[in-house]
Every structure is written in structure tokens, then in C-alpha cells.
């Protein structure tokens, strides 16, 4: 093809500037489509993006020949069941993050996709940008040496709506109808790890590799939502590097920093911020980079679809590396420590685990 039309299924706030625009800035790349649910606001979304076409229903959008790959912007609920009616229509797919509820529905689509031969993208958008590749650079050329470990450590404030605040007895407890989808497990599969904290590990990913081994524990710590609030773990990659993490979203500030530990020095930065600098300490200097970020955060990645997908060269987020990242947050996630009140002989305690 010469260039690519697309079609986004879920025109909502990451696809106001994050994404959205990038679809028809990217070269080679257009923006012909767009869907949500609400029919009307579907339509306000087409006419200020000058997008020519608007649907409430997905599989409309997905059958228009005038679409050649689809975008897929809505909550992780819908990503599985969407994902397979677009590799069914031989589509090409770049979808958001997670790419499946559990580890076990990203594999089974992934493989869904891979038998029906159509690519599948995920939005790891960091891998697109300089900032982050620069590090990549950094480790190839053996700036600190060999590396042994890494160190992820991700804060954030709780929230501060009274709606979210930790009700005085279990009855009052907040509707999860009216939490942000991000907090409620049956929409987003878990907590806040899967929506932010997954950015640490697939970069961890996308500079060592698959991660070999992972042990991990998550709490509700606050019991301001039903998903946990935090989360910890160890892990060893592949290549015999071990690495640790902890997720805090329920801590006094907002605050985070990977380390990237080697022989020779370290390199650190932050993680969400993707304007902040790299710092890079050796034994003979400290050096500061500064980055800027484009106006549109994912259109590197984005212009990497669309390369890879026009036979230009290969886009390094895929449905491959989204898996393997799922499998190691299933992982740090697997075992549950107590909340606050319960107590060891409590029956429901130790149906969420009993760490004594």
C-alpha cells in the first residue's frame, strides 16, 4: 500500500493529543475514521480532528474498505473482543495497553492474530521516543560497563475526590460505577500497574529483554477502590540480570525513577516524565541530557507502524513484547498480602493470601 487509512475504535481523552492527531501527521499515514459509542460525540470528535467519517458501531468501522488498520483506544475490557474482529477482517491492529484482562487473553490473541498472519502493535509509545532510545544507545555502546541490576520505584498521591476517600464501614463503600475505570478491575483487569507502572517494565523489556523470573506482592493498602494500591517485587531476566520494584499509588507525593545499575556507573530517569533528563554517572563525570518531547507523545511510535506496515523498517513495540510484559504484571500480582483489619485467622483474609 502506499499509504495507511485508519480507523480508531474509542475517540476518547488519549486520543485527543496524545494520539489522535499523529494518525494523519505521521507520513504515509491518514486518518479516515472514527468510532465511539455515543454516536454524538463521535461526531464532535470527527469534526474538530477534520476526520471525514464517524461510527457508534465498530464493526461498521472495522468493515469500511475505505480502513485499512485499526486503532484501538478503549478501555483493556474491550481490547480482546475488538482485536479479533479486526484480525478478522485482516486489519492490522496498534492497540493500547494492556493488550488482554490477563495474561492469558494477550497470548491467546496475540496467537489469534499471528494465525490469521496480521500485525499487532502495542502503545508502548516510549519506545518511539528519543529520550528513551538514547538510554537504549547508551547500554549498546557499554556507557557503565555490564549491567547487574535495575531499580524501578513509582509514587503517587492517593485520590483526594471525596467519592474515592475509605468510607467508614464496608456498606458505604463507593459504587464501582462511579470510580475512575482505571481503579476498577473488571474494566481495566487490576489496578494502576497496568495502567502506568506497565511503561518501567516493557522499557525494561525493550533494553534487556524478556524477564525469566518474577516474584512479586500486591495490597490494598488505602481500600479507597477495590484494585490494589500497591505493589512490589524481584525479578532476573534472561540474561542473569535481577531487578526490583515497588508501586506506591497511595504515598504522600508523586515521584519516579528507574536505575539502571552497571559496572562501570548508572543511568537514571524517570519513567512518565518524557520531558525529564537522562542522568548518566561514571567515575569520571556526571552528564545531563535533556530531552524534548513532540507535541504528539506516540506519533514516533505511530510513524514506526506505519513504516513497518509500508516494508520501510521495523516498529519495536509489538503484540510479542505487550505479552511478555502482561505476563510479568499477572506475575507481580499473583500473590495478595493482607488489607488493613484483616487478621491471619480471619477466613477472607487468608482467601487473600496470609503472608506470616
Known amino acids: ?111 489469534f492474530c499471528a494465525e490469521r498472519n496480521v500485525p499487532l502493535y502495542a502503545a508502548y509509545y516510549r519506545r518511539g521516543l528519543d529520550k528513551y532510545r538514547k538510554v537504549a544507545e547508551l547500554l ?27 468510607p467508614a464501614e464496608p456498606a458505604e463503600q463507593t459504587a464501582p460505577a462511579e470510580l475512575p475505570w482505571r481503579v476498577r478491575p473488571e474494566v481495566s483487569g487490576g489496578g494502576l500497574l497496568l495502567d502506568i507502572g506497565s511503561h518501567a517494565l516493557d522499557l525494561l523489556d525493550f533494553y534487556f529483554g524478556p524477564i525469566a523470573e518474577v516474584k512479586g506482592l500486591l495490597s490494598n493498602l488505602a481500600g479507597l477502590y477495590p484494585a490494589e494500591d500497591t505493589v512490589s517485587g524481584t525479578w532476573r531476566f534472561e540474561s542473569g540480570i535481577h531487578g526490583s520494584g515497588m508501586w506506591c499509588f497511595v504515598a504522600d507525593r508523586k515521584e519516579d525513577q528507574l536505575q539502571i545499575l552497571g559496572t562501570a556507573g548508572r543511568i537514571g530517569f524517570s519513567v512518565l516524565d518524557v520531558d525529564g533528563p537522562v542522568t548518566v554517572s561514571t567515575e569520571s563525570e556526571t552528564e545531563t541530557l535533556i530531552f524534548d518531547s513532540p507535541e504528539h507523545v506516540q506519533q514516533p511510535l505511530i510513524q514506526l507502524v506505519v513504516d513497518e506496515l509500508l516494508g520501510i523498517r521495523a516498529c519495536p513495540s509489538t503484540g510479542e513484547s505487550a505479552m511478555r510484559t502482561d505476563r510479568v504484571m499477572e506475575q507481580l500480582r499473583a500473590t495478595q498480602s493482607l488489607r488493613p483489619g484483616d487478621t491471619p485467622d480471619d477466613p477472607k483474609a487468608k482467601e487473600k493470601g496470609d503472608f506470616r
Not at 486503532?71 to 473482543?81: D, F, L, R, S
Not at 557499554?142 to 498521591?157: H, L, N, T
Open 140 to 166: 549498546q555502546e557499554g556507557k557503565i560497563g555490564e549491567v547487574r541490576c535495575v531499580q524501578v520505584a513509582m509514587y503517587d498521591r492517593g485520590p483526594e475526590q471525596a467519592d474515592l476517600r475509605r
Open 1 to 111: 500500500m502506499a499509504e495507511v487509512r485508519w480507523g480508531i475504535i474509542g475517540c476518547g481523552d488519549v486520543t485527543e493529543r496524545k494520539s489522535g492527531p499523529a494518525f494523519r501527521k505521521a507520513e504515509g499515514s491518514r486518518l479516515v475514521a472514527v468510532m465511539r459509542r455515543d454516536g454524538r460525540r463521535a461526531a464532535d470528535y470527527a469534526a474538530r480532528h477534520g476526520v471525514p467519517k464517524w461510527y457508534d458501531d465498530a464493526e461498521r468501522l472495522i468493515s469500511d474498505p475505505d480502513v485499512d488498520a485499526v486503532y484501538i483506544a478503549t478501555p483493556p475490557v474491550a481490547h480482546v473482543g475488538y482485536i479479533r474482529q479486526a484480525a478478522e477482517a485482516g486489519k492490522p491492529i496498534y492497540c493500547e495497553k494492556p493488550l488482554g484482562m490477563s495474561h492469558t487473553e494477550s497470548r491467546d490473541v496475540v496467537r
